[in-house]
């Protein structure tokens, strides 16, 4: 069998446990301030929109507000930031930052891609990075991960811990930045039968047809839920939800179904931002996006603002997966040393991660 896992990064395993940023949903925009000395310019403004899911999505677009924040408090300035409740609100919402003299603006999402260019294009001496895009521009900066090697080892880690033999995964909107999680897991889990002899069942997503289960959107909602219903029902035990707050409704199915059932996280160890769940994460996919907007802002801030990529890697600790915290106990005890092992393979190149969703 031919594996296809995706060059993706991952962080130091056993200690693993990252912040994660994802952004919101309102229209006007608020400030902040902050406290510390720092070597930014006086009239330096950074800036941040979400997309619809919102600062407090315990997530996406509350890990790229939190590395704002941080940075903007280190350099002692002031910020801004303004909520998107749908995707109307993208283009007037950086217009408003714009207007409003923010010389750094930091859009969160893939689907801020065309407002981003376009706002970028009009106004080339205000500079733009956005997280999980890797569109170009002389005055944008893309903020990337190669997601799908960290999924793989999460992938490997539910087919080990699964009992019924099937583990189930569903996604928000079909958009790379979400298939790429749904990759790596798949492909992880195949890697797990290869190596064991086993025939563990990837239930809502095929990787080779790139078909799978998909609510249309990141609301916590009841399509979420149904659609997390749905795989319960196809005897899964591990669930991994991927867009930002459907992973709640996600809970709510399980919760329902009254069976033992563990969940996987994206974007930030979710055992820290929704701790009154933490019983039921296998683990979290962690992507560093919090670091990644820091580190952006503050070299915008030092004058050194760069259109380079910044991507995210398994070398360089851009990715990973949290603890397994709450079931150290219940996995099996080679599994971190395995875990270990496929990484160090990941990294020198004899485990080939490659995924239709990764960073080229």
């Avoid at 919102?54 to 280190?74: C, I, M, R, T």
């Avoid at 259109?307 to 997966?321: A, F, H, Q, S």
């Amino acid at each position: 069998m031919t594996i296809t896992t995706r060059k993706a990064v991952f962080s130091g395993l056993a200690t693993l446990g990252v912040a994660a940023l994802l952004a919101g949903c309102a229209s006007a925009p608020e400030e902040g301030g902050g406290s510390t000395d720092g070597a930014a310019a006086p009239d330096f403004l950074p800036c941040i929109v979400s997309d619809s899911g919102g600062f407090d999505d315990k997530s996406f677009n509350q890990l790229g507000y939190e590395g704002l924040v941080e940075a903007a408090d280190a350099l002692g300035v002031d910020y801004k930031q303004v909520e998107s409740a749908t995707e109307t609100d993208f283009a007037p919402n950086i217009t408003s930052l714009v207007d409003q003299g923010c010389n750094l603006i930091v859009t969160v999402g893939f689907l801020l891609e065309e407002a981003t260019t376009e706002a970028a294009a009009a106004n080339p001496d205000v500079e733009f990075t956005i997280i999980d895009s890797s569109i170009e521009g002389e005055n944008i900066k893309p903020i990337i991960f190669d997601t799908a090697q960290a999924a793989f080892l999460a992938g490997y880690a539910a087919a080990s811990y699964s009992k019924t033999g099937s583990v189930g995964t569903f996604g928000g909107m079909q958009i790379p930045t979400v298939t790429i999680f749904m990759d790596g897991f798949a492909d992880g889990v195949a890697y797990f039968n290869e190596q064991k002899g086993t025939d563990v069942k990837v239930v809502g997503w095929d990787v080779a047809s790139q078909t799978g289960s998909f609510t249309g959107g990141f609301e916590a909602n009841e399509v979420a839920k149904s659609s997390a219903q749905g795989l319960i029902d196809q005897n899964v035990d591990v669930l991994l939800p991927v867009g930002g707050p459907i992973f709640l409704s996600a809970i709510e199915a399980i919760k329902d179904s009254g069976k033992d059932i563990a969940m996987i996280g994206v974007d930030a160890d979710l055992v820290e931002t929704s701790p009154d769940n933490a019983s039921l994460f296998l683990t979290s996919i962690l992507k560093q996006m919090k670091v990644g907007v820091a580190d952006v802002v503050t070299a915008a801030a030092g004058g050194e603002f760069s259109n380079e990529p910044y991507v995210g890697t398994l070398e360089n600790d851009g990715v990973g997966i949290a603890p397994f915290h709450d079931f150290d106990s219940k996995v099996d005890p080679a599994l971190a040393d395995e875990l270990e092992t496929i990484k160090a393979g990941i990294i020198d190149g004899s485990i080939p991660v490659e995924s239709p969703s990764s960073p080229k």
